[in-house]
Protein backbone atom coordinates (compact mmCIF):
# COMPACT_ATOMS: atom_id res chain seq x y z
CA UNK A 1 0.00 0.00 0.00
CA UNK A 2 1.21 3.45 -0.58
CA UNK A 3 1.84 5.05 2.60
CA UNK A 4 -0.81 7.95 4.00
CA UNK A 5 0.31 11.31 4.40
CA UNK A 6 -1.96 12.46 6.94
CA UNK A 7 -4.74 10.13 8.94
CA UNK A 8 -8.84 10.93 8.69
CA UNK A 9 -10.67 10.28 11.37
CA UNK A 10 -11.70 6.87 9.91
CA UNK A 11 -7.74 6.18 9.79
CA UNK A 12 -7.82 7.22 13.60
CA UNK A 13 -10.64 4.78 14.49
CA UNK A 14 -8.82 1.86 12.70
CA UNK A 15 -6.12 2.45 15.14
CA UNK A 16 -7.65 2.48 18.18
CA UNK A 17 -9.32 -1.11 17.08
CA UNK A 18 -5.64 -2.28 15.53
CA UNK A 19 -4.60 -1.41 18.84
CA UNK A 20 -7.60 -3.11 20.91
CA UNK A 21 -6.57 -6.25 18.97
CA UNK A 22 -2.87 -6.43 19.59
CA UNK A 23 -2.94 -5.78 22.67
CA UNK A 24 -5.51 -8.83 23.13
CA UNK A 25 -2.90 -10.89 21.42
CA UNK A 26 0.13 -10.07 23.64
CA UNK A 27 -1.68 -9.67 26.99
CA UNK A 28 -0.09 -12.85 27.61
CA UNK A 29 3.57 -11.75 27.00
CA UNK A 30 2.90 -8.42 28.85
CA UNK A 31 1.26 -9.96 31.75
CA UNK A 32 3.93 -12.44 31.97
CA UNK A 33 6.72 -9.69 32.55
CA UNK A 34 7.06 -10.22 36.18
CA UNK A 35 8.74 -12.56 38.33
CA UNK A 36 7.04 -13.69 41.06
CA UNK A 37 6.97 -17.97 40.02
CA UNK A 38 3.04 -18.04 40.66
CA UNK A 39 0.80 -17.73 37.57
CA UNK A 40 0.72 -13.71 37.89
CA UNK A 41 0.86 -10.26 36.21
CA UNK A 42 -2.20 -8.40 35.16
CA UNK A 43 -0.92 -5.25 33.15
CA UNK A 44 -1.19 -6.92 29.86
CA UNK A 45 -4.86 -7.63 30.61
CA UNK A 46 -5.45 -3.99 32.01
CA UNK A 47 -3.98 -2.27 29.25
CA UNK A 48 -6.34 -4.82 26.75
CA UNK A 49 -9.60 -3.76 28.70
CA UNK A 50 -8.94 -0.26 28.62
CA UNK A 51 -8.76 -0.17 24.63
CA UNK A 52 -11.51 -2.60 25.04
CA UNK A 53 -13.92 0.32 26.62
CA UNK A 54 -12.43 2.74 23.97
CA UNK A 55 -13.28 1.05 20.95
CA UNK A 56 -16.66 0.04 22.54
CA UNK A 57 -17.27 3.83 22.75
CA UNK A 58 -15.95 4.99 19.41
CA UNK A 59 -18.37 2.10 17.81
CA UNK A 60 -21.19 3.96 19.01
CA UNK A 61 -20.80 7.52 18.29
CA UNK A 62 -20.27 8.86 14.61
CA UNK A 63 -17.41 9.00 12.35
CA UNK A 64 -16.58 12.55 13.06
CA UNK A 65 -13.66 13.54 14.47
CA UNK A 66 -14.38 15.70 17.47
CA UNK A 67 -17.38 13.04 18.91
CA UNK A 68 -14.65 10.02 18.02
CA UNK A 69 -11.68 11.80 20.03
CA UNK A 70 -13.96 12.55 22.85
CA UNK A 71 -14.98 8.61 22.72
CA UNK A 72 -11.20 8.17 23.18
CA UNK A 73 -10.82 10.07 25.93
CA UNK A 74 -14.03 9.04 28.12
CA UNK A 75 -13.99 5.58 27.04
CA UNK A 76 -10.15 5.25 28.11
CA UNK A 77 -11.13 7.19 31.58
CA UNK A 78 -14.08 4.80 32.25
CA UNK A 79 -12.30 2.00 31.44
CA UNK A 80 -9.11 2.21 32.98
CA UNK A 81 -7.91 -0.69 35.11
CA UNK A 82 -5.06 -0.67 37.19
CA UNK A 83 -2.26 1.49 37.09
CA UNK A 84 -1.04 0.77 33.53
CA UNK A 85 -4.35 1.54 32.33
CA UNK A 86 -4.63 4.69 34.13
CA UNK A 87 -1.76 5.98 32.49
CA UNK A 88 -2.63 4.70 29.25
CA UNK A 89 -5.57 6.71 29.64
CA UNK A 90 -3.27 9.79 30.13
CA UNK A 91 -1.73 8.90 27.17
CA UNK A 92 -4.46 8.49 24.73
CA UNK A 93 -6.40 11.05 25.95
CA UNK A 94 -3.65 13.73 25.73
CA UNK A 95 -3.03 12.24 22.21
CA UNK A 96 -6.92 12.65 21.33
CA UNK A 97 -6.78 16.31 22.99
CA UNK A 98 -3.85 17.65 20.15
CA UNK A 99 -5.90 15.52 17.69
CA UNK A 100 -9.98 16.94 18.05
CA UNK A 101 -8.57 20.32 17.14
CA UNK A 102 -6.38 19.61 13.98
CA UNK A 103 -8.17 19.88 10.37
CA UNK A 104 -5.50 17.74 9.14
CA UNK A 105 -3.66 15.01 11.49
CA UNK A 106 0.04 15.15 9.66
CA UNK A 107 3.73 14.62 10.95
CA UNK A 108 3.55 17.52 12.48
CA UNK A 109 0.73 16.74 14.10
CA UNK A 110 1.17 13.91 15.06
CA UNK A 111 4.75 14.34 16.78
CA UNK A 112 3.01 17.26 18.87
CA UNK A 113 0.05 14.67 19.61
CA UNK A 114 2.25 12.58 21.04
CA UNK A 115 4.36 15.08 23.04
CA UNK A 116 1.21 16.05 24.91
CA UNK A 117 0.43 11.96 25.74
CA UNK A 118 4.00 12.18 27.43
CA UNK A 119 3.03 15.50 29.40
CA UNK A 120 -0.63 14.13 30.60
CA UNK A 121 1.43 10.91 31.35
CA UNK A 122 3.85 12.52 33.56
CA UNK A 123 1.77 14.66 34.86
CA UNK A 124 -0.95 12.36 36.20
CA UNK A 125 1.67 10.46 38.53
CA UNK A 126 2.65 12.64 41.82
CA UNK A 127 6.19 10.87 41.60
CA UNK A 128 7.17 10.01 38.02
CA UNK A 129 9.67 7.00 38.09
CA UNK A 130 12.23 6.62 35.15
CA UNK A 131 12.66 3.03 33.76
CA UNK A 132 8.36 2.61 33.32
CA UNK A 133 5.78 3.28 30.14
CA UNK A 134 6.72 7.34 31.01
CA UNK A 135 10.12 6.77 29.82
CA UNK A 136 9.36 4.74 26.87
CA UNK A 137 6.41 7.30 25.57
CA UNK A 138 8.65 10.60 26.16
CA UNK A 139 11.64 9.70 24.44
CA UNK A 140 9.31 8.19 21.50
CA UNK A 141 7.83 11.54 20.98
CA UNK A 142 11.24 13.59 21.88
CA UNK A 143 12.43 12.03 18.62
CA UNK A 144 8.75 12.08 16.37
CA UNK A 145 9.53 16.27 17.50
CA UNK A 146 12.93 16.37 16.42
CA UNK A 147 12.07 14.04 13.23
CA UNK A 148 9.08 16.36 12.15
CA UNK A 149 10.80 19.74 13.03
CA UNK A 150 13.43 18.79 10.24
CA UNK A 151 10.43 17.90 7.40
CA UNK A 152 10.22 14.25 7.73
CA UNK A 153 6.59 12.21 6.39
CA UNK A 154 4.15 10.89 8.73
CA UNK A 155 6.19 7.67 7.72
CA UNK A 156 9.41 9.02 9.22
CA UNK A 157 7.93 10.39 12.30
CA UNK A 158 6.02 7.56 13.45
CA UNK A 159 9.37 5.11 12.30
CA UNK A 160 11.83 7.17 14.45
CA UNK A 161 9.45 6.86 17.42
CA UNK A 162 9.14 3.34 17.26
CA UNK A 163 12.41 2.59 17.01
CA UNK A 164 13.24 5.10 19.92
CA UNK A 165 10.59 3.51 22.28
CA UNK A 166 11.96 0.67 21.63
CA UNK A 167 15.23 0.94 22.09
CA UNK A 168 14.30 3.25 25.75
CA UNK A 169 11.69 -0.20 26.47
CA UNK A 170 15.09 -2.36 25.91
CA UNK A 171 16.92 0.16 28.18
CA UNK A 172 14.26 0.21 31.15
CA UNK A 173 15.96 -2.62 33.07
CA UNK A 174 18.97 0.08 33.52
CA UNK A 175 16.74 2.84 34.76
CA UNK A 176 14.39 0.69 37.44
CA UNK A 177 16.87 -1.70 39.59
CA UNK A 178 13.68 -4.29 40.09
CA UNK A 179 13.57 -4.62 36.57
CA UNK A 180 17.23 -5.41 36.38
CA UNK A 181 16.97 -7.67 38.93
CA UNK A 182 14.65 -9.69 37.34
CA UNK A 183 15.69 -9.51 34.03
CA UNK A 184 12.67 -7.95 32.27
CA UNK A 185 11.78 -5.17 30.31
CA UNK A 186 8.48 -2.35 32.02
CA UNK A 187 5.14 -4.30 31.24
CA UNK A 188 3.23 -0.89 30.94
CA UNK A 189 6.18 0.28 28.29
CA UNK A 190 5.96 -2.68 26.14
CA UNK A 191 2.14 -2.15 25.80
CA UNK A 192 2.74 1.38 24.65
CA UNK A 193 5.44 -0.14 21.92
CA UNK A 194 2.06 -1.57 20.70
CA UNK A 195 0.14 1.43 20.06
CA UNK A 196 2.72 2.88 17.80
CA UNK A 197 3.19 -0.29 15.71
CA UNK A 198 -1.07 -0.05 15.37
CA UNK A 199 -0.05 3.35 13.98
CA UNK A 200 2.55 2.18 11.60
CA UNK A 201 0.26 -0.49 10.32
CA UNK A 202 -2.41 1.35 9.90
CA UNK A 203 -0.37 3.98 7.75
CA UNK A 204 2.09 2.08 6.38
CA UNK A 205 1.00 -1.58 6.04
CA UNK A 206 3.48 -2.95 8.44
CA UNK A 207 2.79 -6.34 10.42
CA UNK A 208 2.12 -6.02 13.50
CA UNK A 209 5.02 -7.85 15.66
CA UNK A 210 4.27 -11.25 16.55
CA UNK A 211 3.50 -12.07 20.73
CA UNK A 212 6.25 -14.16 21.84
CA UNK A 213 5.85 -15.24 25.38
CA UNK A 214 8.63 -17.58 25.01
CA UNK A 215 10.82 -14.36 24.81
CA UNK A 216 9.59 -13.46 28.37
CA UNK A 217 12.07 -14.14 31.18
CA UNK A 218 11.93 -18.46 32.38
CA UNK A 219 14.54 -17.75 34.70
CA UNK A 220 14.69 -15.08 37.85
CA UNK A 221 16.89 -15.35 40.74
CA UNK A 222 17.80 -13.39 43.72
CA UNK A 223 14.35 -12.54 44.42
CA UNK A 224 13.45 -14.07 47.25
CA UNK A 225 13.25 -13.58 51.01
CA UNK A 226 9.90 -11.57 50.86
CA UNK A 227 6.65 -12.11 48.33
CA UNK A 228 5.36 -8.87 45.93
CA UNK A 229 8.97 -7.83 44.78
CA UNK A 230 7.93 -8.88 41.41
CA UNK A 231 7.74 -6.21 38.98
CA UNK A 232 3.71 -6.44 37.78
CA UNK A 233 1.34 -3.86 37.04
CA UNK A 234 4.22 -1.38 37.35
CA UNK A 235 4.75 -2.15 40.88
CA UNK A 236 8.11 -0.42 42.08
CA UNK A 237 7.14 0.25 45.88
CA UNK A 238 6.93 -2.54 48.65
CA UNK A 239 3.21 -1.28 49.57
CA UNK A 240 0.72 -3.79 49.61
CA UNK A 241 -2.79 -3.11 48.35
CA UNK A 242 -3.70 -1.31 45.26
CA UNK A 243 -6.66 0.64 45.65
CA UNK A 244 -8.47 2.34 43.01
CA UNK A 245 -11.63 4.05 42.42
CA UNK A 246 -14.03 6.66 40.53
CA UNK A 247 -14.35 9.98 42.78
CA UNK A 248 -17.17 12.57 42.09
CA UNK A 249 -15.98 15.68 43.44
CA UNK A 250 -14.98 19.62 41.98
CA UNK A 251 -12.36 19.88 40.66
CA UNK A 252 -10.44 22.50 43.08
CA UNK A 253 -10.92 20.01 45.60
CA UNK A 254 -7.92 17.54 43.62
CA UNK A 255 -4.97 18.97 45.06
CA UNK A 256 -5.93 18.66 48.42
CA UNK A 257 -7.17 15.18 48.13
CA UNK A 258 -3.45 14.69 46.12
CA UNK A 259 -1.90 15.85 48.78
CA UNK A 260 -3.51 13.61 51.49
CA UNK A 261 -2.56 10.63 48.98
CA UNK A 262 1.07 12.22 49.36
CA UNK A 263 1.12 11.04 52.50
CA UNK A 264 -0.62 7.50 52.67
CA UNK A 265 1.22 5.87 49.31
CA UNK A 266 2.77 6.18 46.10
CA UNK A 267 2.54 5.07 42.53
CA UNK A 268 -0.26 7.92 42.70
CA UNK A 269 -2.44 8.74 39.66
CA UNK A 270 -5.77 10.85 39.61
CA UNK A 271 -7.07 11.99 36.01
CA UNK A 272 -10.09 13.05 34.83
CA UNK A 273 -11.64 16.52 35.01
CA UNK A 274 -14.90 18.58 35.19
CA UNK A 275 -16.25 16.59 38.34
CA UNK A 276 -15.38 13.06 37.78
CA UNK A 277 -11.69 11.07 38.62
CA UNK A 278 -9.76 7.98 38.15
CA UNK A 279 -7.64 7.28 41.14
CA UNK A 280 -4.95 4.62 41.54
CA UNK A 281 -2.60 4.52 44.59
CA UNK A 282 -0.44 2.17 46.27
CA UNK A 283 -0.67 2.01 49.75
CA UNK A 284 -0.83 -0.12 53.18
CA UNK A 285 -3.40 1.59 54.43
CA UNK A 286 -6.81 1.22 52.67
CA UNK A 287 -9.07 3.22 54.86
CA UNK A 288 -7.00 6.16 55.15
CA UNK A 289 -6.83 6.01 51.36
CA UNK A 290 -10.71 6.31 51.11
CA UNK A 291 -11.90 8.81 53.63
CA UNK A 292 -9.65 11.32 51.72
CA UNK A 293 -11.62 11.00 48.88
CA UNK A 294 -14.86 10.96 51.35
CA UNK A 295 -13.66 14.41 52.40
CA UNK A 296 -13.66 15.94 49.42
CA UNK A 297 -16.66 13.52 47.49
CA UNK A 298 -18.33 10.96 46.29
CA UNK A 299 -15.64 7.58 45.69
CA UNK A 300 -17.55 4.52 43.61
CA UNK A 301 -16.66 1.18 41.74
CA UNK A 302 -13.56 0.89 44.77
CA UNK A 303 -11.45 -1.68 43.49
CA UNK A 304 -8.43 -3.13 45.68
CA UNK A 305 -6.22 -5.69 45.13
CA UNK A 306 -3.69 -7.50 47.30
CA UNK A 307 -0.55 -6.28 45.25
CA UNK A 308 1.45 -9.65 47.21
CA UNK A 309 -1.26 -12.24 46.08
CA UNK A 310 -2.06 -11.39 42.49
CA UNK A 311 -3.25 -14.16 39.89
CA UNK A 312 -4.56 -14.13 36.88
CA UNK A 313 -8.31 -15.13 37.15
CA UNK A 314 -10.02 -13.75 33.86
CA UNK A 315 -10.92 -16.93 32.77
CA UNK A 316 -12.72 -17.94 36.19
CA UNK A 317 -14.91 -15.06 35.92
CA UNK A 318 -15.40 -15.54 32.22
CA UNK A 319 -16.79 -19.22 33.34
CA UNK A 320 -18.62 -18.80 36.16
CA UNK A 321 -21.90 -17.45 36.33
CA UNK A 322 -23.19 -15.32 39.74
CA UNK A 323 -26.52 -17.33 39.15
CA UNK A 324 -26.00 -20.45 37.35
CA UNK A 325 -27.37 -23.69 39.43
CA UNK A 326 -28.76 -21.27 41.74
CA UNK A 327 -30.72 -24.06 44.26
CA UNK A 328 -34.50 -23.54 45.10
CA UNK A 329 -33.51 -22.58 48.97
CA UNK A 330 -31.98 -19.15 47.32
CA UNK A 331 -34.90 -17.14 47.08
CA UNK A 332 -36.63 -18.25 50.30
CA UNK A 333 -36.81 -15.44 52.95
CA UNK A 334 -34.73 -15.97 55.98
CA UNK A 335 -33.51 -13.65 59.14
CA UNK A 336 -29.83 -13.72 57.74
CA UNK A 337 -28.83 -14.71 53.82
CA UNK A 338 -25.32 -15.41 52.91
CA UNK A 339 -23.32 -14.24 50.00
CA UNK A 340 -19.82 -16.29 49.08
CA UNK A 341 -17.22 -14.93 46.46
CA UNK A 342 -16.30 -18.02 44.80
CA UNK A 343 -15.07 -19.93 41.72
CA UNK A 344 -15.47 -23.12 40.34
CA UNK A 345 -18.57 -25.51 39.63
CA UNK A 346 -18.07 -27.76 42.65
CA UNK A 347 -16.80 -25.00 45.23
CA UNK A 348 -20.11 -23.16 44.39
CA UNK A 349 -22.25 -26.74 44.48
CA UNK A 350 -21.20 -26.44 47.87
CA UNK A 351 -21.12 -23.70 49.12
CA UNK A 352 -24.94 -23.71 48.00
CA UNK A 353 -25.26 -26.87 49.96
CA UNK A 354 -23.85 -25.31 52.65
CA UNK A 355 -26.76 -22.55 52.52
CA UNK A 356 -25.71 -19.72 50.61
CA UNK A 357 -27.80 -17.85 48.92
CA UNK A 358 -26.25 -15.77 46.29
CA UNK A 359 -22.48 -16.75 44.69
CA UNK A 360 -20.65 -14.33 42.95
CA UNK A 361 -17.62 -15.12 40.70
CA UNK A 362 -14.21 -13.49 41.28
CA UNK A 363 -10.97 -14.38 42.80
CA UNK A 364 -7.75 -12.77 43.05
CA UNK A 365 -6.48 -10.59 39.80
CA UNK A 366 -10.35 -10.15 38.79
CA UNK A 367 -11.93 -8.98 42.69
CA UNK A 368 -15.65 -8.17 42.11
CA UNK A 369 -16.33 -5.30 41.93
CA UNK A 370 -18.22 -3.54 45.32
CA UNK A 371 -21.01 -2.97 42.48
CA UNK A 372 -21.45 -6.89 42.26
CA UNK A 373 -21.16 -7.56 46.01
CA UNK A 374 -24.15 -5.18 46.25
CA UNK A 375 -26.26 -6.15 43.50
CA UNK A 376 -26.09 -9.78 44.99
CA UNK A 377 -26.45 -8.01 48.56
CA UNK A 378 -29.36 -6.45 47.53
CA UNK A 379 -31.29 -9.63 46.01
CA UNK A 380 -30.32 -11.90 48.82
CA UNK A 381 -33.79 -13.17 50.38
CA UNK A 382 -33.19 -11.27 54.24
CA UNK A 383 -32.30 -7.88 55.50
CA UNK A 384 -29.32 -9.27 57.43
CA UNK A 385 -25.99 -10.37 55.13
CA UNK A 386 -23.02 -12.01 55.69
CA UNK A 387 -20.32 -11.61 53.18
CA UNK A 388 -17.58 -14.42 52.62
CA UNK A 389 -14.78 -12.60 50.43
CA UNK A 390 -12.88 -16.01 50.46
CA UNK A 391 -9.56 -13.75 49.70
CA UNK A 392 -8.19 -11.83 51.45
CA UNK A 393 -7.74 -8.90 48.12
CA UNK A 394 -12.00 -8.63 48.65
CA UNK A 395 -12.39 -7.80 52.05
CA UNK A 396 -12.18 -4.31 52.22
CA UNK A 397 -14.07 -4.08 48.90
CA UNK A 398 -16.81 -6.11 50.57
CA UNK A 399 -16.44 -4.00 53.83
CA UNK A 400 -17.36 -0.84 51.17
CA UNK A 401 -20.95 -2.01 50.81
CA UNK A 402 -22.33 -1.77 54.32
CA UNK A 403 -22.39 1.97 53.12
CA UNK A 404 -24.32 1.37 49.75
CA UNK A 405 -27.23 0.01 51.18
CA UNK A 406 -30.16 -0.19 53.59
CA UNK A 407 -29.33 -3.80 54.88
CA UNK A 408 -27.27 -4.71 57.81
CA UNK A 409 -24.40 -6.29 55.91
CA UNK A 410 -21.70 -8.24 58.03
CA UNK A 411 -18.26 -9.18 56.85
CA UNK A 412 -16.64 -12.33 58.10
CA UNK A 413 -13.17 -11.85 56.97
CA UNK A 414 -12.58 -15.64 55.19
CA UNK A 415 -9.47 -15.18 53.25
CA UNK A 416 -9.64 -18.97 51.32
CA UNK A 417 -12.09 -21.30 50.71
CA UNK A 418 -11.44 -23.90 53.16
CA UNK A 419 -12.19 -21.15 55.55
CA UNK A 420 -15.37 -20.07 54.08
CA UNK A 421 -16.70 -23.91 54.12
CA UNK A 422 -15.51 -23.70 58.00
CA UNK A 423 -17.25 -20.50 58.54
CA UNK A 424 -20.73 -22.09 57.32
CA UNK A 425 -20.66 -24.82 59.79
CA UNK A 426 -22.26 -22.16 62.28
CA UNK A 427 -24.52 -20.71 59.77
CA UNK A 428 -28.36 -20.67 61.30
CA UNK A 429 -30.49 -18.56 58.52
CA UNK A 430 -33.06 -18.00 61.10
CA UNK A 431 -30.44 -16.44 63.43
CA UNK A 432 -29.79 -12.75 63.25
CA UNK A 433 -27.27 -10.97 61.38
CA UNK A 434 -24.87 -10.19 64.58
CA UNK A 435 -25.05 -13.60 66.02
CA UNK A 436 -24.20 -15.64 62.99
CA UNK A 437 -21.24 -13.14 62.10
CA UNK A 438 -19.69 -13.56 65.53
CA UNK A 439 -20.06 -17.42 65.17
CA UNK A 440 -19.15 -18.04 61.86
CA UNK A 441 -15.97 -15.66 62.23
CA UNK A 442 -14.69 -17.54 65.09
CA UNK A 443 -15.34 -20.85 62.96
CA UNK A 444 -13.22 -19.24 60.12
CA UNK A 445 -10.32 -18.13 62.56
CA UNK A 446 -10.25 -21.96 63.71
CA UNK A 447 -8.99 -23.28 60.15
CA UNK A 448 -5.72 -23.67 58.82
CA UNK A 449 -5.46 -22.83 55.02
CA UNK A 450 -2.73 -23.91 52.34
CA UNK A 451 -2.98 -24.57 48.57
CA UNK A 452 -0.48 -25.52 46.23
CA UNK A 453 -0.03 -24.25 42.37
CA UNK A 454 3.11 -24.50 39.81
CA UNK A 455 5.31 -22.18 39.19
CA UNK A 456 5.33 -20.34 35.80
CA UNK A 457 8.74 -19.04 35.97
CA UNK A 458 12.73 -19.53 38.06
CA UNK A 459 12.78 -17.82 41.34
CA UNK A 460 14.09 -18.14 44.88
CA UNK A 461 12.56 -18.40 48.45
CA UNK A 462 13.86 -18.84 52.40
CA UNK A 463 13.62 -22.49 51.17
CA UNK A 464 15.98 -22.36 48.01
CA UNK A 465 15.79 -21.80 44.40
CA UNK A 466 12.26 -22.47 42.71
CA UNK A 467 12.52 -24.22 38.84
CA UNK A 468 9.54 -23.40 36.36
CA UNK A 469 7.25 -26.46 36.67
CA UNK A 470 8.36 -27.03 39.97
CA UNK A 471 4.67 -27.31 42.35
CA UNK A 472 4.76 -24.69 45.41
CA UNK A 473 2.59 -24.82 48.55
CA UNK A 474 1.34 -21.82 50.23
CA UNK A 475 0.30 -21.23 53.53
CA UNK A 476 -0.76 -17.66 55.07
CA UNK A 477 2.89 -17.01 55.48
CA UNK A 478 3.94 -17.53 52.22
CA UNK A 479 5.71 -20.59 50.44
CA UNK A 480 5.94 -23.70 52.61
CA UNK A 481 7.33 -26.05 50.18
CA UNK A 482 8.59 -26.68 47.02
CA UNK A 483 8.80 -29.98 44.85
CA UNK A 484 9.10 -31.30 41.67
CA UNK A 485 5.66 -33.29 41.94
CA UNK A 486 2.31 -32.26 43.32
CA UNK A 487 2.00 -35.36 45.39
CA UNK A 488 5.19 -34.36 47.19
CA UNK A 489 4.28 -30.30 47.54
CA UNK A 490 1.61 -31.71 49.12
CA UNK A 491 2.50 -33.53 51.72
CA UNK A 492 5.33 -31.45 52.75
CA UNK A 493 2.63 -28.47 52.89
CA UNK A 494 0.68 -30.52 55.46
CA UNK A 495 3.73 -31.76 57.24
CA UNK A 496 4.47 -28.19 57.77
CA UNK A 497 0.65 -26.88 58.79
CA UNK A 498 -0.82 -29.95 61.06
CA UNK A 499 -0.34 -29.92 64.32
CA UNK A 500 -1.17 -31.84 67.21
CA UNK A 501 -4.58 -29.89 67.87
CA UNK A 502 -6.19 -30.71 64.40
CA UNK A 503 -8.14 -33.48 64.11
CA UNK A 504 -9.97 -32.64 60.66
CA UNK A 505 -8.19 -31.94 56.95
CA UNK A 506 -10.61 -30.77 54.28
CA UNK A 507 -9.17 -31.60 50.60
CA UNK A 508 -10.48 -29.32 48.01
CA UNK A 509 -9.36 -30.83 44.55
CA UNK A 510 -9.40 -28.62 41.70
CA UNK A 511 -8.26 -28.51 37.95
CA UNK A 512 -4.96 -30.76 37.67
CA UNK A 513 -5.69 -32.71 40.31
CA UNK A 514 -5.79 -36.93 40.19
CA UNK A 515 -7.14 -39.58 42.04
CA UNK A 516 -3.81 -41.08 42.04
CA UNK A 517 -2.79 -37.62 44.21
CA UNK A 518 -4.97 -37.40 46.61
CA UNK A 519 -5.19 -41.48 47.27
CA UNK A 520 -1.30 -40.58 48.25
CA UNK A 521 -1.88 -37.66 50.29
CA UNK A 522 -5.00 -39.67 52.00
CA UNK A 523 -2.15 -42.67 52.32
CA UNK A 524 0.21 -40.27 53.78
CA UNK A 525 -1.71 -38.69 56.61
CA UNK A 526 -3.08 -42.14 57.43
CA UNK A 527 0.62 -42.93 58.30
CA UNK A 528 2.66 -39.70 59.69
CA UNK A 529 -1.08 -38.56 61.58
CA UNK A 530 -3.13 -41.26 62.05
CA UNK A 531 -5.47 -39.03 64.55
CA UNK A 532 -6.40 -36.55 61.34
CA UNK A 533 -9.74 -37.47 59.54
CA UNK A 534 -9.99 -36.45 55.97
CA UNK A 535 -12.80 -35.12 53.60
CA UNK A 536 -12.67 -34.61 49.76
CA UNK A 537 -14.52 -32.33 47.63
CA UNK A 538 -14.09 -31.61 44.20
CA UNK A 539 -13.58 -27.77 43.68
CA UNK A 540 -12.97 -27.54 40.07
CA UNK A 541 -11.08 -24.50 41.11
CA UNK A 542 -8.54 -23.11 38.52
CA UNK A 543 -5.07 -23.17 38.56
CA UNK A 544 -4.64 -24.78 42.77
CA UNK A 545 -5.04 -28.54 42.13
CA UNK A 546 -5.18 -28.78 46.06
CA UNK A 547 -6.74 -26.51 48.77
CA UNK A 548 -6.22 -27.79 52.33
CA UNK A 549 -8.09 -26.48 55.36
CA UNK A 550 -7.01 -27.82 58.48
CA UNK A 551 -9.15 -28.14 61.92
Known amino acids: ?153 LVDVLSVARDAAGSALEETPELLPVLKEAGVVDAGGAGFVLLLDSILHVVDGRPLPEPDIAATPDGVAAMAEQRGRGHSEDEVSGLRYEVMFFLEAPDHTIPAFKDVWAGVGDSIVVVGGDGLWNCHIHTDDIGAAIEAALDCGRPRKIRVTDLLEQVEEERWVREAGMESDRPAHADEPVTTAVVAVATGAGVSR ?85 ENAEAMRSAAEAVVAG ?61 GASDATTRRVIVWLQEHRPGIEAEVHHGGQPLYPYLFGIE
Not at 370 to 395: F, G, M
Not at 471 to 488: N, P, Q, T
Open 1 to 153: MTALEQLTVNDLRAVMATYAAALRAHREAINRLNVYPVPDGDTGTNMALTLESVVAEVEAVGAELEPTCAAISHGSLMGARGNSGVILSQILRGFAEVIRVEPVIDARVLARALTRASEAAYGAVMKPVEGTILTVVRVAAEEAGRCASAGGS
Open 350 to 434: IFHSLGVQRIVPGGQTMNPSTAQLLEAVESAPADDVIILPNNKNIIPVAEQVQLQTTKKVYVVPTEGIAEGFASLLSYDPESPGS
Open 451 to 511: EVTQAVRDSVCDLGPIAKGDWIGLSREGIVSVAGSVDEACVRLLDALIGDEHELVTIIEGE
